[in-house]
């Protein structure tokens, strides 16, 4: 399986430069499209590769299995009275 980068530079080599500017014309829809910046995506991704480090390095006993456990409630279910 290629990876992205391998995939971005087979598009490179393999495809004109008009053809490249027509198909970055094409992604001007998505320029409005609220998101996190680059810098923002990583750092969050890196602080969750963080947490999953530290999360497989507890003892079982420190974790709470909340999809097995019958005494979990989510608070899903709300009543209106």
């Not at 500017?21 to 001007?28: A, H, I, L, Q, V």
């Not at 079982?60 to 999809?67: A, H, K, Q, R, S």
């Amino acid at each position: 399986m290629e990876t992205i980068l391998e995939r971005l530079k087979m598009y490179f080599e393999n495809t004109s430069p008009e053809q490249v500017k027509d198909d970055w014309e094409k992604t001007k829809k998505y320029d409005k499209v609220e998101s996190p910046n680059v810098e923002t995506f990583i750092e969050v991704s890196k602080q969750l590769i963080d947490v999953g480090i530290l999360q497989n390095n507890l003892p079982p006993e420190d974790l709470i299995n909340n999809f097995e456990n019958p005494n979990f409630s989510s608070d899903f279910f709300l009543s209106k009275t």
